[in-house]
């Protein structure tokens, strides 16, 4: 049996850990980006993919999970299936980072870090990956070697999660539309969004999903952000990497979403224009775990402001380091609000357009008549929530 969820403030919790859907393709795309990210003097990228995962099992064995609810949970989440043939072998037949991801980005390669984390934290010893699918393999294996060395907590400061939310269209601009956001909440609740029996993958919305842990998202890319910008490219260009990684997630994630039939027998017959579409899809992501999107105003097709409450992102960085004065630094949420504006204002999604790396690159990513966005608020810089501002 997996762990219950428990929901609340815009954040799903199982074990005591946040958990964001999220697709396969900005697990690619974010995995490819620290990986790019050569290591400093404390860890390479390698070890911060792997790392990052122990030590949250380990957070989870403290909460009382046993090994067999470790290994269904591995599943159940989208990750695949683990198998143990022998005391020093596990392998996983399918797997969402082994099977899935790296034919995207050119020459396959082993890649399974997350997966030999996760298996370092459930047996406590070193786990390397050393056969891969797909390079000719039967299945992605890992090979079990010697205890492992003590894996610091990042997870050091107390943190609590924002109660009181404010209710829809209680700030800025009063909208008027027929979108029903609890009705939306409460039919993605009760899709089969977890994994397969037989595979262990989430295929849903013509994308593979994971329902992930939202502080390993937070540890890889913030760390991997400190480490550029300690190696001096500059914070402008270093950030830019990570919220390309939102854009692309809203590309695949919510355009998937926004074009599949579950979108247009529930919410389509709610819709009458753009800023409709708009509603229905701030719904939906306040049912993925990524905290509470607010929308405070619509200006034509000029401006967009939306707060988030609860930002996984924001909630995160306070949970692992001190209080910043950056505003700029949700980059996520960054990236996926801008990618949101960009499929109905740009390249107009009820138009059901291919969704190929072609229409990304010529057009949906385009210069030309892209908007901005600005994050002028920042829970990682102590305001109650994020706020982002989408402009020309």
């Known amino acids: 049996m997996t762990k219950k969820v428990i929901s ?35 860890y390479g990228p390698e ?13 989870l064995k403290q909460q009382g999970y046993s090994d067999d609810e470790l290994v269904q949970e591995f599943a159940h989440c989208g990750f695949g299936k683990l198998q143990q043939l022998d005391v020093n072998t596990w392998i996983t037949p399918r ?23 996760y298996l370092q934290g459930l047996l406590n010893k070193t786990v390397k990956e050393t056969e891969c699918k797909l390079l000719g393999a039967d299945a992605d ?24 939310i404010p209710e829809r269209f209680t700030i800025g601009q009063n909208f008027e539309t027929n979108v029903d956001e609890n009705k939306i909440i409460a039919t993605l609740q009760e899709l089969p969004l977890y994994g397969d029996a037989e595979s262990g993958l989430i295929e849903a919305f013509g994308a593979v999903l994971t329902n992930h842990f939202a502080d390993y998202y937070n540890r890889i890319s913030y760390e991997s952000y400190f480490n550029l910008c300690k190696v001096g490219i500059p914070e ?13 997630c809203a590309f695949n994630t919510f355009g998937r979403i926004m074009t599949s039939p579950e979108w247009y027998d529930l919410i389509v017959p709610m819709c009458s224009n753009k800023e409709d579409w708009l509603h229905g899809m701030i719904a939906v992501l306040n049912g993925l775990g990524w905290g509470i999107y607010r929308i405070e105003r619509v200006a034509g097709e000029d401006e967009f402001i939306v707060r988030v409450y609860n930002s996984y992102e924001g909630v995160g960085y306070r949970r692992m380091y001190p209080q910043t004065d950056d505003k700029n630094i949700s980059f996520l949420a960054m990236g996926a609000t801008l990618g949101l ?31 901005m966005i600005e994050q002028t608020h920042a829970i990682a810089a102590g305001d109650e929530y994020d706020r982002f501002i989408v402009s020309k």
């Open 8 to 42: 609340t403030g815009g954040h799903n919790i199982i074990g005591g850990l946040s958990r964001v859907f999220h697709c396969n393709f900005y697990n690619a795309y974010l995995q490819m980006a620290v990986l790019m990210i050569q290591g400093t003097e404390k």
């Open 47 to 59: 070890q911060l993919l792997t790392d990052s995962i122990t030590n949250l099992v380990n957070l």
């Open 95 to 117: 797997s969402h980072y082994g099977e899935v991801l790296c034919m995207m980005h050119g020459k396959p390669q082993i890649n399974c870090y997350f997966t030999s984390g």
């Open 141 to 164: 294996k890992f090979s079990v070697g010697a205890d492992l060395p003590p894996i610091e907590n990042y997870l050091i400061n107390d943190f609590e999660l924002q109660t009181d």
């Open 236 to 248: 402008e260009d270093s950030k830019e990497m990570f919220i390309q990684a939102g854009h692309i």
């Open 341 to 371: 504006v960009h499929l109905l204002w740009k390249v107009d999604i009820r138009n059901k357009p291919e969704l190929t790396q072609e229409f990304y690159v010529d057009q949906f990513n385009h210069p030309e008549n892209s908007y």
